[in-house]
T-cell receptor, first 115, second 115 residues
């Protein structure tokens, strides 16, 4: 049962353009959402997060949008740079239960930014 | 301040042997999470531990897998009698608290290969 879904396995973008990575979730208990970036042979690194009480969070070139009614979030990177090429994971945390920090990950989207 | 340290980075085991994966959380962090990434898949939660306590092991296979986080020393993920299907990248993450908005920091992972 995939509670967090990233339906695009890969995305290719030209340098300088906008990259939009999408994520859908099914569990209405998810209350906090994060994006992680991962290079090959390395661990995921935190990129940006958003609480369910917000619909937008911005940090430099990265903006995350949350549409709670649609159970959808997206990560916008603008302008895209070749160094952004990596796997991007969407993750969610449930406010209920005993494991507040437990992350449920999507399958990941491979972003390639061409010079 | 060193990040999350995992060792070994690469581990090769024959079928039937035991694998021990170690994770030293960031200084001051008392919450440890283990995740597994199978080929072509996203990261899957395995277990959440605090010092000397297993809080949530809902993602752990029922047999052969165990985890501990002793009062002193690293967290250990132990896989007994490994099989080829255990080949994966195992990531450890640590956080300072279990609060909803707490960022988890990941180690670089241990790549287990069962031959």
């Amino acid at each position: 049962d995939q509670q967090v879904k990233q339906n695009s396995p890969s995305l290719s973008v030209q340098e300088g353009r906008i990259s939009i990575l999408n994520c859908d979730y099914t569990n209405s208990m998810f209350d906090y959402f994060l994006w992680y970036k991962k290079y090959p042979a390395e661990g995921p690194t935190f990129l940006i997060s958003i609480s369910s009480i917000k619909d937008k969070n911005e940090d430099g070139r990265f903006t995350v949008f949350l549409n709670k009614s649609a159970k959808h979030l997206s990560l916008h990177i603008v302008p895209s740079q070749p160094g952004d090429s990596a796997v991007y994971f969407c993750a969610a945390i449930s406010a209920g239960g005993t494991s507040y920090g437990k992350l449920t990950f999507g399958q990941g989207t491979i972003l390639t930014v061409h010079p | 301040n060193a990040g999350v340290m995992q060792n070994p980075r690469h581990l090769v085991r024959r079928r039937g042997q035991e694998a021990r994966l170690r994770c030293s959380p960031m200084k001051g962090h008392s919450h440890v999470y283990w995740y597994r990434q199978l080929p072509e898949e996203g990261l899957k939660f395995m277990v959440y531990l605090q010092k000397e306590n297993i809080i949530d092991e809902s993602g752990m296979p029922k047999e052969r897998f165990s985890a501990e986080f002793p009062k002193e020393g690293p967290s250990i993920l132990r896989i007994q009698q490994v099989v080829r299907g255990d080949s994966a990248a195992y990531f450890c993450a640590s956080s300072q608290t279990d609060g909803l908005n707490t960022e988890a920091f990941f180690g670089q992972g241990t790549r287990l290969t069962v031959v």
